[in-house]
T-cell receptor
Framework: DGGITQSPKYLFRKEGQNVTLSCEQNLNHDAMYWYRQDPGQGLRLIYYSQIVNDFQKGDIAEGYSVSREKKESFPLTVTSAQKNPTAFYLC?????????????FGPGTRLTVL | KQEVTQIPAALSVPEGENLVLNCSFTDSAIYNLQWFRQDPGKGLTSLLLIQSSQREQTSGRLNASLDKSSGRSTLYIAASQPGDSATYLCAVNLWGANNLFFGTGTRLTVIP
C-alpha cells in the first residue's frame, strides 16, 4: 500500500517534556510538510522540506524542530519551548514541492499535554 | 498575507438537498485551489483541484468553481447523503509559495 503513515495516533505528554511525532511516506515524494490544526482554525504550516537534508520554517516554527535524513521520513519534535502544544498534527507530502503540486495527507497525530 | 475564509462555519441539511459551500481568498495570485474533506479525527482527503486558468472542476456529485478575480470558490454538492457529513476545507496555493493556505472549514451535517 502506498501512502503516508503517522504514529502514534494519540500521544500524551507531560509539561516540560520533548516528544517526537513520526511521519513516513512510501510515495517517493521529494517534499514533506508538517501542519498544526487547532479547533476553529485552519491548518498552519510548521516546517517543510523539499529535499533530503534541507528544511525551512513555516509560519509557526517556534518550539518545534525537524530532521530530514531520509527521503521517506520527516519526524517532528515538539520541544518544551512550545507554549501550547496540544493540537492535531498533520503530515503531508508532495511529488516535487512548490505551487504546482497536490499535497497528500497522513491520518494525523493528536497530541495532548497533561 | 493570504487570508482564506469559509462561510458558513457549520451547516445542517436534510438528506437529498443540494448545497453550496463558500470559500473566499484575499490574494488573487493563486496557482490553484483545492477542496479537501476531513472526517472527525482523521487526515485530509483531496476532493477537487482547480488550476487558476480553470473555471470549474467536477467529480461525481461534486462541482467546484473558481472566480479568481473576485477571490471566490464554491463547492456544490448535489443530492446530499449522510455519508457526506464531514468538514470541508479549501486551500490555495500561491505562485512561488511552498505551502497551502487553508480556510477554517465548514462542518457539514446531512440529516437522514
Amino acid at each position: 500500500d502506498g501512502g503516508i503513515t503517522q504514529s502514534p495516533k494519540y500521544l500524551f505528554r507531560k509539561e516540560g517534556q520533548n516528544v517526537t511525532l513520526s511521519c513516513e511516506q512510501n510515495l517517493n515524494h521529494d517534499a514533506m510538510y508538517w501542519y498544526r490544526q487547532d479547533p476553529g482554525q485552519g491548518l498552519r504550516l510548521i516546517y517543510y522540506s523539499q529535499i533530503v537534508n534541507d528544511f525551512q520554517k513555516g509560519d509557526i516554527a517556534e518550539g518545534y524542530s525537524v530532521s530530514r535524513e531520509k527521503k521517506e521520513s520527516f519526524p517532528l519534535t515538539v520541544t518544551s519551548a512550545q507554549k501550547n502544544p496540544t493540537a492535531f498534527y498533520l503530515c503531508a507530502s508532495s511529488p516535487r514541492g512548490g505551487s504546482t503540486d497536490t499535497q497528500y495527507f497522513g491520518p494525523g497525530t493528536r497530541l495532548t499535554v497533561l | 498575507k493570504q487570508e482564506v475564509t469559509q462561510i458558513p462555519a457549520a451547516l445542517s441539511v436534510p438528506e437529498g438537498e443540494n448545497l453550496v459551500l463558500n470559500c473566499s481568498f484575499t490574494d488573487s495570485a493563486i496557482y490553484n485551489l483545492q477542496w479537501f474533506r476531513q472526517d472527525p479525527g482523521k487526515g485530509l482527503t483531496s476532493l477537487l483541484l482547480i488550476q487558476s486558468s480553470q473555471r470549474e472542476q467536477t467529480s461525481g456529485r461534486l462541482n467546484a468553481s473558481l472566480d479568481k478575480s473576485s477571490g471566490r470558490s464554491t463547492l456544490y454538492i448535489a443530492a446530499s447523503q449522510p455519508g457526506d457529513s464531514a468538514t470541508y476545507l479549501c486551500a490555495v496555493n500561491l505562485w512561488g509559495a511552498n505551502n497551502l493556505f487553508f480556510g477554517t472549514g465548514t462542518r457539514l451535517t446531512v440529516i437522514p
